[in-house]
C-alpha cells in the first residue's frame, strides 16, 4: 500500500464550498469565500496530512502499522491515525467470529497507540438495533464487540437531534421538528480522563461537507427513545 501526502484538495470536494457553473459535461468550480479559506487552511498542514489508499481485502493490523512507522520516520513526530472504519480492517483470521475479529483489532489498535503514542480515532458502524427509528444510538449499539465500549478512553456517539429530543420540546413548536433534522448531538458516553454524559450540539454544513464547528450544550431534554404516534 502507497502512502500518499495530500497537496492540495481535488476539486470534487469543492462542490459544497464553491459555486457550480457551466454544462453537465463541462463543470467549472468558481471558489468562494468559504473554499477559499478552506484551502488556505489545508495548505498550513499539507504537509503533514498522509491519506493511506485502503482496501478491505489487504489493509490489515499490519499495514496500518507500517503505515504510521513510516509517517514517524518521516516526520520525526506521531501520527494522529484515522481509522474510518474499524469494521473495514482486514481481520487476521477470518474463522474467528466477527466479535472476537472486533476485539482483536480493537486491543491492537490501542496497543499501537500506546507504542506510538498517537492518539487513534476509530470510527464505528452500528448494529441493527442502533439504526431503529426512534432509536437514541449508544455505545452498546456498536457493531462487533463490548471492547468498543471498554477499551477506546473516549467514546462519542452522534445522534440525529430530531430523533432523540423528548416531544415536550415539539409540542408548541410547528417547525420544531424539522428544524431540530439540521442539528447533531454528540454525546461523550465516557470519558476516561474527565466527566462523561455531555450531550454538544453542532449544526450541520452537509452542502459544505462538514459542520459547524461552533458546538453548543443541548438545552432540550433528550430521551433514551422517542416513540411516535
Known amino acids: 500500500m502507497r502512502v500518499g501526502t495530500v497537496r492540495c484538495l481535488p476539486l470534487g470536494l469543492l462542490g459544497g464550498l464553491a459555486g457550480l457553473v457551466g454544462c453537465a459535461n463541462d463543470p467549472v468550480y468558481i471558489p468562494g469565500p468559504m473554499a477559499i479559506e478552506a484551502l488556505m487552511s489545508i495548505g498550513r498542514y499539507s504537509d503533514r496530512l498522509v491519506i493511506h489508499r ?65 492518539p487513534v480515532l476509530a470510527l464505528s458502524s452500528a448494529d441493527r438495533d442502533g439504526l431503529q427509528p426512534g432509536q437514541r444510538m449508544r455505545a452498546r449499539h456498536l457493531k462487533g464487540s463490548t471492547a468498543l465500549a471498554y477499551e477506546p478512553d473516549v467514546v462519542m456517539i452522534m445522534n440525529t437531534k430530531a430523533d432523540i429530543v423528548n416531544r415536550d420540546a415539539l409540542v408548541y413548536d410547528v417547525n420544531g421538528l424539522e428544524k431540530m433534522r439540521e442539528w447533531t448531538v454528540v454525546t461523550l458516553e465516557k470519558n476516561r480522563q474527565g466527566s462523561g454524559g455531555l450531550d454538544i450540539e453542532f449544526r450541520k454544513k452537509f452542502l459544505q461537507g462538514r459542520f459547524d464547528i461552533e458546538g453548543t450544550v443541548v438545552s432540550e431534554r433528550l430521551v433514551e427513545e422517542r416513540l411516535d404516534g
Do not use: N, W
Open 54 to 118: 485502503s482496501t478491505t481485502a489487504h489493509t490489515d493490523m499490519q499495514s496500518i502499522s507500517e503505515c504510521a512507522k513510516e509517517v514517524y520516520a518521516d516526520t520525526g513526530q506521531p501520527p494522529l491515525i484515522v481509522v474510518d472504519y474499524l469494521q473495514k480492517v482486514k481481520p487476521f483470521d477470518r474463522t474467528m467470529s466477527e466479535e472476537q475479529q472486533i476485539t482483536l483489532i480493537t486491543q491492537q489498535l490501542k496497543d499501537l497507540a500506546i507504542d506510538f503514542a498517537s
